[in-house]
């Protein structure tokens, strides 16, 4: 494909002929944008910029920058293919102001628009600028819903509304009632609502593994990879290979294999780990979800179209579409309900740092390695191993919410506040105070050997509990039901883990604590654990 646009172009231009601005952010991605389909490409000008405040507010990885600039630049290009003018500003284009509202307002001053019509973005702090333009260009600013969603911010109020409980089961059905998908006459396929307790196998060596799906770098991507290696050389992660999907033909792409190679095993093996499988049979569709080249309507009817096609399994279609329809309309309305006071949230007063190996990979803890140096050579880990694996260390461990969110706002190709902050600070490390999951999802090494074989490669023993080679898990989780004590004895849910500890003899209490403060003084003082 040609790589026309230039940022140098349109400075020569004379003022608008047309009459309205279109800001498209980077994770905006879509045809179907309601800004988009609200205007006339003839008398309408897109905007779409590079800006280094956007790659530099939390250090995004390298991989997740240049995911997110070849998609653009590539969008760009299909707009302009479809009849849209569009100022695109590029990251090294003189003048770049490096930020969304200089930007607009550079944008403004150049082209004199009548009107600015932007879709709403997925970030509160992206909001709040957008709601200073009006008066920073002196044009009136129309800022639409994203109805990419499938649940809008009102059905979400109406659903949550008056309810004691924001439990994402209770939203999934009714979102399979809003959608149809999986129901047959008003009741759910296969006569259960969801199959998650067939979705717990742990996978073994035997298993065949689908091949990856990988896009070849085209001369658009291999600009950008140039691009991000001079420009944010120096943030986390491998940039190549790099095979994302960039365009939404590759996408579906994506989603069509997906379906033929993966999909059936996606339910038994959803929460299954392996050493050197990043993927296992989950779908790594979420980044093309996240920037809008995929709708999650068109992949959840596919999914029920192979499932009704036969050879896909009820449990794996359900337990699909429930991420989808479930888990990620939910994340959003939880969002966009408790934000701005949300990302604040603090319950089990955490304020340990993170440790260093999190950005290093360095450290014996054979399950964290894998899930870490994973994340810094693919940009992205599956479900379990961000829940149970980094998040769960950093929950046991008491590490500060926020440089938790922080790490997983820049590390996942995916992340997008929207999505990544409920999930972080909500589900993995429960300093919503249960707001959103009804009980910490803490674990002892037993779970990660139970699901992986991370244990059997690692220099500490999962079977040990306390002493020196004993796994940091077990001690760290006794450790942090003692000290979350007041917090979490009275949830029904962890009844059964206090008298567990309440029964536990007192010198096999005091391994724990000691053993615990090892590894805490370890992390501490940074020492190799
Ligand atoms: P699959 O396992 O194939 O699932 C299919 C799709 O379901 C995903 O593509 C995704 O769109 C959706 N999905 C699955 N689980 C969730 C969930 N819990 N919330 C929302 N959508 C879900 N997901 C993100 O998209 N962005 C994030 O920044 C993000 N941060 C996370 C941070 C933590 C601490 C945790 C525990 C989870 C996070 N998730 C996030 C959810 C989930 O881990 C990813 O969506 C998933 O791993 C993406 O990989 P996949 O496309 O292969 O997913
Ligand atoms: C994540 C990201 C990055 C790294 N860079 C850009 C960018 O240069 N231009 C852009 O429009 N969007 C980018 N994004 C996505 C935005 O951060 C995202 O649109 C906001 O966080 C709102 O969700
Ligand atoms: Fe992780 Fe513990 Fe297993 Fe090692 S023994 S891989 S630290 S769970």
Same mark, same amino acid.
Not at 236 to 256: M, W
Not at 354 to 375: H, K, N, S, V
Not at 414 to 437: H, I, R, Y
Not at 454 to 469: I, L, N, P, S
């Given at each position: ?123 509160? #702090?992206?909001?709040?600028?957008? !709601?200073?333009?009006? =008066? *920073? $260009? %002196?044009?009136?600013? /129309?800022?639409? @819903? ?20 924001? #439990?994402?089961?209770?939203?999934? !059905?009714?979102?399979? =009632? *809003? $959608? %149809?998908?999986?129901? /047959?006459?008003? @009741? ?32 658009? $991507? ?6 991000? @290696? ?300």
């Amino acid at each position: 494909m040609h790589w026309a646009v230039s940022g140098r172009a349109h400075e020569n231009e004379a003022a608008m002929t047309t009459q309205t601005l279109i800001p498209v952010l980077g994770d905006q991605l879509s045809l179907d944008l309601a800004s988009l389909v609200a205007s006339d490409p003839a008398t309408s000008r897109v905007l779409m910029v590079e800006a280094e405040e956007e790659a530099t507010y939390v250090r995004h990885h390298k991989k997740k920058i240049a995911f997110v600039f070849s998609a653009m630049r590539h969008f760009a290009e299909e707009l302009r293919g479809l009849g849209w003018q569009v100022d695109y500003v590029r990251l090294d284009d003189p003048g770049n102001t490096g930020s969304f509202t200089g930007e607009v307002k550079r944008a403004a001053t150049r082209l004199k628009p009548d009107a600015i019509r932007v879709t709403e973005p997925g970030e509160w #702090r992206v909001l709040e600028a957008m !709601r200073r333009w009006e =008066r *920073e $260009t %002196g044009v009136p600013v /129309e800022m639409l @819903e994203d109805d990419r969603f499938l649940c809008t911010h009102g059905q979400f109020a109406e659903w949550a509304d008056g309810r004691k409980q924001l #439990r994402m089961e209770y939203f999934y !059905r009714e979102m399979r =009632r *809003e $959608t %149809g998908l999986l129901m /047959e006459d008003g @009741e759910p396929a296969g006569g259960q609502w969801n199959y998650d307790h067939d979705n717990r196998k742990p996978a073994g060596r035997d298993l065949s593994m689908p091949k990856p799906f990988r896009v070849e770098p085209d001369e658009i $991507t291999k600009d950008v990879l140039a691009l991000v @290696e001079t420009r944010f050389g120096d943030h986390f992660g491998a940039l190549e290979p790099f095979g994302f999907p960039v365009t939404r033909q590759d996408a579906v792409r994506a989603l069509d294999g997906f379906i033929e190679t993966s999909l059936a095993r996606f339910g038994d093996f959803q929460d299954a780990m392996l050493v050197g499988e990043p993927l296992l049979y989950h779908s790594l569709l979420s980044p093309c979800l996240n920037v809008g080249l995929l709708s999650p309507l068109e992949v959840c009817r596919r999914v029920e179209q192979a499932w009704k096609a036969g050879g896909v399994p009820i449990n794996a279609a359900e337990g699909f579409i429930r991420q989808i329809i479930g888990w990620r309309e939910y994340v959003r309305g939880i969002y966009w309900r408790f934000m701005p006071d949300y990302v604040t949230r603090n319950a089990l007063g955490a304020d340990k740092s993170l440790p260093d190996f999190y950005w290093t990979g360095e450290t014996d803890m054979a399950c964290l390695r894998a899930a870490i140096t994973q994340t810094r050579d693919e940009a992205y880990a599956h479900h379990i191993q961000r829940l149970m694996v980094t998040g769960n260390f950093a929950m046991l461990a008491g590490v500060d919410p926020h440089a938790v969110h922080a790490w997983y706002l820049a590390v996942y190709a995916d992340a997008f506040e929207w999505v990544e902050l409920p999930n972080t600070l909500g589900m993995s490390q429960f300093a919503d105070g249960g707001l959103l999951g009804s009980k910490p999802y803490a674990a002892s090494g037993n779970y990660i050997n139970k699901m992986s074989d991370y244990c059997a490669g690692c220099r500490y023993d999962v079977k040990e509990k306390t002493g020196e080679g004993a796994c940091p898990f077990n001690p760290l989780y006794w450790n942090f039901l003692v000290r979350n004590e007041d917090r979490l004895r009275g949830n029904p849910r962890m009844r059964q883990m206090y008298s567990t500890w309440d029964r536990m003899a007192g010198d096999r209490k005091d391994g724990y604590r000691q053993a615990a403060a090892a590894v805490l003084d370890a992390l501490e003082s940074g020492r190799r654990i």
